[in-house]
Structures are given as C-alpha cells and as structure tokens.
C-alpha cells in the first residue's frame, strides 16, 4: 500500500507480472528529518525507515516510513478514520478485500486473476479525478 500529507495508500507491486505476488505496503513520507518517522516507528514497533536518494547537492535529505505485509494493514485499519479524500475509499477497499483477492502463496487461478484485476480497478478507479464512493 503506497499520500503526502496522509500517507501513501496503494498495493505496490514487487514485481511487473501480474500472477506475481503483490505485498501490501504503507508508506509515510518526511521531509522534515528523519526524528518523525523515527517516532512513528517507536509507537508502531514494526517497519523500517528508508532514505531518499538526493537529486541534487543542495537537497535536504529525506526520509519515509514503510510497513508491509500483514502488519500494514493492521496499521492502516487503525488509521483509517484519520484519512482524507480518495484514501478513505481505498483503504477502506483494501481492509475489506484485499486479503480475500490476494493468495497467500502468490499462485492465481484464473477466476483469482479475474477477481484480482477487478479489484485493482476498482481501487484504481477510486481517485482525485473520480467522484468519492462512500463505502
């Protein structure tokens, strides 16, 4: 799961085939040093902390916060209430089906494929440019 000022919500892909297994993620990005996500990190007890590679010398450096598996989705159904806009939509959409679309061992059958994409485009669907759904 992959938002600026809420977190990124969003299933991030480890791989680009689509019967790869496919890893939920929660992503908190900073700017603001890294002491934040070092708190987030404390409060939770679980993730890491990645650095964000500099374009440019006079960049300030920068950080995030990420969480996968299971243990994001636990995070994200705590946090859920606190989310804005689109995300409420797809994160509410992730903690209802996610886990049933989403085989443990990474292995689709066909009718898995088929409900699978479905449901990548419906989260997909769920958008700033898309009308809020209330779930």
Same mark, same amino acid.
Not at 34 to 57: D, F, H, L, Q
Not at 69 to 84: F, T
């Given at each position: 799961m992959? %938002? =600026?000022?809420?977190g990124i919500v969003q299933p991030a892909a480890k791989a680009v085939d689509v019967l790869s297994p496919r890893l939920h993620q929660l992503? %908190?990005?900073g700017? #603001?040093?890294r002491e934040?996500?070092?708190y987030i990190r404390s409060v939770i007890g679980c993730g890491?902390? @990645?650095n964000k590679a500099c374009a440019r010398?006079?960049? @300030? !450096?920068?950080? =995030?916060? +990420?969480i996968h598996g299971r243990q994001a989705l636990e995070v994200l159904s705590q946090v859920v209430g606190y989310l804005r806009t689109y995300k409420v939509g797809r994160a509410r959409l992730l903690l209802e089906e996610y886990l049933? +679309?989403? !085989?443990r061992n990474g292995r689709y059958s =066909? #009718?898995?494929v088929e409900a699978r994409q479905d449901f990548e485009r419906r989260f997909f669907a769920l958008s700033l440019r898309a009308p809020a759904q209330a779930a």
């Amino acid at each position: 799961m992959s %938002v =600026a000022d809420e977190g990124i919500v969003q299933p991030a892909a480890k791989a680009v085939d689509v019967l790869s297994p496919r890893l939920h993620q929660l992503r %908190v990005p900073g700017q #603001e040093g890294r002491e934040p996500n070092s708190y987030i990190r404390s409060v939770i007890g679980c993730g890491r902390i @990645t650095n964000k590679a500099c374009a440019r010398p006079h960049h @300030t !450096p920068s950080f =995030a916060y +990420v969480i996968h598996g299971r243990q994001a989705l636990e995070v994200l159904s705590q946090v859920v209430g606190y989310l804005r806009t689109y995300k409420v939509g797809r994160a509410r959409l992730l903690l209802e089906e996610y886990l049933s +679309v989403t !085989p443990r061992n990474g292995r689709y059958s =066909a #009718e898995q494929v088929e409900a699978r994409q479905d449901f990548e485009r419906r989260f997909f669907a769920l958008s700033l440019r898309a009308p809020a759904q209330a779930a």
